[in-house]
């Protein structure tokens, strides 16, 4: 993956109304998930912007910080069709992080809050990877017209191991057929859409049609 360095600042005040007014100075709200599992109480130290939630296991919280970024600073993050690993920089440290969640203003389509995940060497997370198809089909070819049916792909790994392209070759995909989920496998990491999710097919078109009765 790409690496996208970004700066932040801890975020203390919470609530709607804060969110609002950092919204009017042109930042957004970000939380980092994924932190550290703690036991409950936790005693230890927290930074500023940390906070403890509990979880569903008995007596186990996670570490999450709340974070205000610069609109500006992630335009080429949010806008971009790439998958990036974040260097997050805040209160001196650096962390690994990927984006996991945006949310959208309906009208103006402008960012109201961003959720990142921080990811580390042991952990595996999921990720939508772009799909990259190659190769000429033996049904276009043959008067076919390929198909892409899934933009997208939802991919498991340990992050480093996370592609920026899903490539599929299409060179034996034949007129008619299509290639779904469960026919992909890859060294390194898991799509784990659903098994029998279409992700790209060769159509038949008129002129195939007509050729194969003619046949």
């Not at 570490?63 to 209160?91: G, H, N, Q």
Request: charge should be positive; hydrophobic fraction near 45%; aromatic fraction near 4%.
């Amino acid at each position: 993956m790409k690496i996208f360095k970004l700066n932040a600042e801890p975020r203390t005040e919470l609530g709607k109304k804060a969110s609002a007014k950092l919204r009017e100075e042109n930042l957004i709200p970000v939380v980092l998930n994924g932190g550290e599992v703690v036991e409950l109480p936790y005693n230890g130290t927290l930074l500023a912007g940390q906070k403890v939630v509990e979880l569903g296991a008995r007596n186990k919280g996670i570490i999450t910080t709340d974070l205000t970024v610069k609109a500006e600073d992630v335009r080429k993050l949010v806008y971009s069709p790439d998958v990036f690993e974040i260097d997050l920089t805040f209160d001196g440290v650096t962390r690994k992080a990927i984006l996991k969640d945006l949310q959208f203003q309906p009208v103006k389509d402008t960012i109201l809050h961003m959720d990142l995940l921080e990811v580390n060497d042991k952990k595996p997370v999921v990720v939508e990877v772009p799909v990259k198809l190659e190769g000429h089909a033996a049904g276009v070819k043959a008067g076919g017209k390929l198909s892409l049916s899934m933009k997208k792909l939802k991919v498991k790994a340990i992050y480093s191991e996370i592609p920026e392209r899903v490539v599929i070759n299409v060179d034996a995909l034949e007129l008619g057929k299509t290639i779904q989920v469960g026919d992909l496998h890859y060294d390194g990491f898991e799509v784990v859409n659903a098994k029998n999710a279409v992700v790209c097919a060769v159509q038949l078109t008129r002129a195939a049609r007509g050729a194969q009765a003619k046949a």
